[in-house]
T-cell receptor
Framework: DAGITQSPRHKVTETGTPVTLRCHQTENHRYMYWYRQDPGHGLRLIHYSYGVKDTDKGEVSDGYSVSRSKTEDFLLTLESATSSQTSVYFC?????????????FGPGTRLTVL | KNEVEQSPQNLTAQEGEFITINCSYSVGISALHWLQQHPGGGIVSLFMLSSGKKKHGRLIATINIQEKHSSLHITASHPRDSAVYICAALNTGNQFYFGTGTSLTVIP
């Protein structure tokens, strides 16, 4: 699992409140990703990071911001949560160790916005 | 329009059958990633390939770059193979685009 943890694992919040999800890795990987998974859509990229303070938008970035001040932590913030942001959020890292190029996923965070 | 299309969406097989899941993509890619997601939700990487074929146990993945197509084969399928299989295309900008998954059920 490449030492990836996500917190919280479950959260219920109300519309309009800010929410921050945390992804933590222990193996110093450069690339980190935030995805959301919804029925009928599969996994979709929200934001990704290619190093400390280096981030870029994915295909569904509206309403989300990210920060990466340390290699090991990648934070996803919903500035003002909406019901359409109810989803399962996965963090992933991309491992480029030697000839192995793959992604490892965190366990996911189930977010419900009421 | 989804850049990555998988077929079939759902698949039911008898234990022991040979299974094929297909993935077509329209973006230019540097690699194609096959993933497995069990009902509990965890996502596991199976293969990342940019050409030819890779094999791991009973799983085989192939890719044809010219035809923009990849297949995942499972030989001698088993009920524990029941899961959702997802393909993802890695573009040259280091972004992954995912198919919506193939839900496989293997019946004993």
């Amino acid at each position: 699992d490449a030492g990836i943890t996500q917190s919280p694992r479950h959260k219920v919040t109300e519309t309009g409140t800010p929410v921050t999800l945390r992804c933590h890795q222990t193996e110093n990987h450069r690339y980190m990703y935030w995805y959301r998974q919804d029925p009928g859509h599969g996994l979709r990229l929200i934001h990704y990071s290619y190093g400390v303070k280096d981030t870029d938008k994915g295909e569904v970035s509206d309403g989300y911001s990210v920060s990466r001040s340390k290699t090991e932590d990648f934070l996803l913030t919903l500035e003002s949560a909406t019901s359409s942001q109810t989803s399962v959020y996965f963090c992933a890292i991309r491992s480029l160790a030697g000839v192995l190029d793959t992604q490892y996923f965190g366990p996911g965070t189930r977010l419900t916005v009421l | 329009k989804n850049e990555v299309e998988q077929s079939p969406q759902n698949l039911t097989a008898q234990e022991g059958e040979f299974i094929t899941i297909n993935c077509s993509y329209s973006v230019g890619i540097s690699a194609l990633h096959w993933l497995q997601q069990h009902p509990g939700g965890g996502i596991v990487s199976l293969f990342m390939l940019s050409s030819g074929k890779k094999k791991h146990g009973r799983l085989i993945a192939t890719i044809n770059i010219q035809e923009k197509h990849s297949s995942l084969h499972i030989t001698a399928s088993h009920p524990r193979d029941s899961a959702v299989y997802i393909c993802a295309a890695l573009n040259t900008g280091n972004q992954f685009y995912f198919g919506t998954g193939t839900s496989l059920t293997v019946i004993p």
